[in-house]
């Protein structure tokens, strides 16, 4: 279970808009990263492909490496000059070893130091008639761990996009002692109204942990349609702070005594039965 610390954290969402340009995406990004920080955020998250468009067909195109791309480079600066940790959303990364194609999260202190990757682990595969297709396994290969990262402000687990689907992440998350998960993503208008805010709040209240999820900009001109409507969720599932579709940034205060105190009041942590179901967070892969 988290313990409290002396660092507040107050916890910036930057809802994107996204073009094919990447230059301009990471001037984008470094203008509002800054503005966050100006505002008091020290914990700043940017959404899933924020340096490019959302599609299979531009994966390739855009990949680029950790160790020498210019997303990485940006990135690193934008944290380091927003003296804030950078939840970098997520950029197409290219594997020199293999050339293989990773949906990336990199993650920054405010020393702009990179001090955590996350590769998606559960790639959006998914089939709606008549409505959409997308098929992430056609260019991207699927991350093999999963993702803690230590702050300031105690552990944070971090998972991309359709990750956030799946419930064992952020179990093990919350289990290891991580008291927040936080999910780039980008939703799309067929799914977006039925289950972004619904899994961010399942995913909260089933481990008493807050949930933030940051989105794109809305963008009808671009070939993927993103739902927007970045959101921060407490962990007693309710919503702290939402927004629409459109550009932009929303804030919360993730207060881990309140954390403690919902936790204490409603004790699941003491109350699992493990002598009948598994431990997920012990369990070996």
């Known amino acids: 279970m988290a313990t409290a610390t002396p660092t507040p954290c107050k ?10 340009d990447k230059e301009a995406n990471l001037a984008n990004a470094r203008t509002h990263v800054l503005e966050a920080a100006s505002k008091g955020a020290n914990l700043i998250v940017l959404p899933e492909c924020f340096n490019s468009p959302y599609g299979t067909g531009y994966f390739p195109e855009y990949a680029e490496t950790l160790a020498d791309g210019p997303s990485v480079k940006s990135l690193s600066a934008m944290a380091k000059d927003a003296k804030a940790y950078l939840i970098g959303g997520s950029i197409p990364e290219r594997d020199p070893s293999d050339e293989k194609i990773y949906n990336t999260c990199t993650i920054y202190n405010p020393d702009g130091k990179l001090i955590a990757t996350h ?14 297709r997308f098929q992430e396994s056609e260019t991207l290969t699927a991350g093999r761990q999963l993702t803690h990262v230590d702050t300031d402000f105690g552990k944070i687990g971090v998972g991309i ?15 290891q002692g991580c ?35 940051c989105s ?18 407490g962990p007693a599932g309710n919503v ?14 993730l207060d881990l005594s309140t954390m403690a105190e919902f936790r204490q009041n409603i004790p699941l942590n003491t109350q699992r039965r493990f002598d ?5 967070s012990k369990a070996k892969p």
């Open 216 to 233: 794109p900009a809305r963008d009808l001109t671009a070939s993927y349609h993103a739902w927007g409507h970045s959101t921060i969720v």
């Open 276 to 280: 009948l179901y598994t431990d997920v």
């Open 240 to 253: 702290l702070n939402t927004m629409d579709e459109k550009q932009g940034i929303i804030y919360a205060d």
């Open 11 to 20: 916890l910036a969402l930057i809802q994107l808009a996204v073009t094919a």
């Open 161 to 175: 996009c359709y990750d956030i689907r799946f419930p064992e992440p952020a179990m093990i998350a919350a289990r």
């Open 119 to 132: 590769r998606k682990v559960h790639l959006f595969d998914i089939d709606v008639p008549g409505k959409i």
């Open 179 to 213: 008291f927040a998960m936080i999910y780039p993503g980008a939703f799309n208008l067929t799914t977006g109204p039925l289950h972004w805010e619904l899994l961010q709040r399942a995913r909260a209240v089933d481990n008493q942990m807050y949930v933030a999820a």
